[in-house]
């Protein structure tokens, strides 16, 4: 296990990012999904673009909380900022995100969150 977060933590280092197909099973993302499908429209918010956000969804969705707290993936940023990762703010945040050819989607563009390193992991629900 250490040396499979060594790996991944050394390509993150390297490229910026590591994909780790089917890390959630379909019958995972399911239930976020389900989850999604409970929400009331006047609980997102809109981010630049056309997409909907709502800022905390594990406070909506079990799913979305034990994701946040996943040990695995706090391992992985604990070992890629240099410092535990659960002890500063965490969020897990959900996106719609609508294509529009021509328009801005999330975040209105290529864009800088924050200049001190962070860590992310997405949750991608769509099947491709």
């Known amino acids: ?6 790996n991944i933590v050394s390509c993150i280092k390297k490229d910026g990012y590591f994909i780790m197909k089917n890390y959630y099973s379909i019958d995972q993302c399911d239930h976020i999904l389900k989850d999604i499908q409970n929400i009331s429209q006047e609980q997102y918010s809109h981010g630049e673009g056309e997409d909907l956000r709502i800022t905390c969804f594990d406070n909506c969705s079990n799913k979305a909380h034990k994701f ?10 604990n070992s890629v900022l240099g410092h535990k990762a659960d002890r ?3 969020r897990s945040q959900l996106g719609i995100l609508k294509h529009r050819t021509g328009g801005e989607c999330s975040g209105g563009g290529w864009h800088v969150d924050n200049h001190d390193p962070q860590f992310k992991a997405l949750l991608y629900l769509t099947k491709c």
């Open 88 to 90: 500063i703010k965490k």
């Open 68 to 77: 946040l707290n996943d040990n695995f993936l706090l391992q992985i940023g």
């Open 1 to 6: 296990m250490e040396n499979k977060i060594e």
